[in-house]
């Protein structure tokens, strides 16, 4: 939904020569039906950033219904396992890189697996914003009964380690996300 990111976006495909169509959608009210064979959605991609879990569940009833028939979901969200086990905050602190966002402030709220922080991220062209954050943390159990109730059918979820995700890292604790694969039959 961000003008500058997807101008940044654009520029870096055509320095690639990439050609690919860059639309501005609110995930929670997408215009397609049955047009596509794969939906990609990492970093989250806005799924578990909503302030309500009715506003993330509208994402993920908006990719269903974008999908085609027989086609695949992939996508990482936050794993609810972690907060358990592990600071949020410290966590975010020992990631953080210079030019990435900053976070701090961080409450996790164990009744709504909630995370409340606030969040420093700075544009291409060194703007600095704060945002008052409200990241929701799901349990595996969670997210196979959301997508089997928008009709998705062999969900396989595994560890996601921050940007190397595989099939072959079985979901623990230590994961801060978790990649969820998701075949879909309407």
Known sequence: ??????????????????????????ARKLPFKDDFDIAIMLCEGGFSLM???????????????SLKDSS??????????FPLYHSVEEFHAST????????????????????HNIT?????????????????YYVPSEIT??????GFNKIDIYG??????????????EDFEMLVIADFIS
């Open 1 to 26: 939904m961000s003008e500058s990111q997807l101008e940044r976006a654009m520029e870096k495909a055509k320095a690639q020569s990439l050609q690919i169509e860059f639309q501005k959608h609110d």
């Open 160 to 173: 996601a380690k921050l940007g190397a995700f595989s099939r072959n890292d079985e979901l623990t604790t």
């Open 72 to 81: 695949k979901l992939i996508f990482t969200t936050l794993n609810g396992l």
């Open 120 to 136: 420093t991220v700075e544009d291409d062209s060194g703007n600095k914003k704060e945002l008052k954050c409200n990241e929701r």
């Open 145 to 150: 009964w959301l997508l089997k109730s928008l």
């Open 96 to 115: 953080t890189d210079e030019g990435n966002a900053t976070y701090r402030s961080n409450t996790f709220d164990l009744m709504t697996f909630r995370d």
């Open 51 to 65: 302030e309500t879990d009715e506003m993330n569940y509208e994402i993920l009833r908006n990719v269903a219904n």
